[in-house]
């Protein structure tokens, strides 16, 4: 597989303190909207290094796992992640503009563009246009491929009320299985 790659993921939590500002109801979707969701923990490996996970209780801890971050996609090739095009990408940055995180470098959002991230869900679905399902979660894609998942069955819904601790456990499981699909999608989706 291709050196240079920064395989990664993120777990968010909502901004309670912005709950009167949510319209749609359920205060705990609000850590799946890119105005009302924090980053509360950040997994990334650098090829086939360790998975190593940054949590945040609060804005400073934040920041300071936006900034490592950044420090570590400005030395990388390339990103790799499942769905970072549709949702961790974007949070990344509103999360970095909010705090006042320089971005370090920019991501290409440009659909079908490969140049600076691999988003494995959106190369696996062609974008929404293969037959089937628009897109499958990465646990279901893994378990279909034969991929073991370190948290089980827990899902993100589940992850909004962890400990911290267990959380970064999570977020560990969710970069590992990525590098794992990534390096089984290799020499087929992606090169």
Known sequence: MTSNILFFDIETRPITERADHWTKGD?????LDVD??????????LDAEPVKVLVAGDDNAERALLREFYAKFADCRRLCGYNVLGYDMHIILRRAFTLG????RHFDFRRYSQHDVIDLMQLFYNWGTTPGPR???????CQLYGIDIPAGDLDGAQSLTL??????????SDVHITRELARKMHGWYWW
């Open 163 to 172: 400990p911290l601790n267990e959380l970064a456990e999570y977020c560990r």
């Open 101 to 104: 995180v320089k971005p370090t």
């Open 27 to 31: 205060v705990s979707k609000m850590a």
């Open 36 to 45: 009302f969701a924090k980053v509360a923990a950040l997994g990334y490996a």
């Open 135 to 141: 897109y499958r979660g990465l646990k279901a894609v």
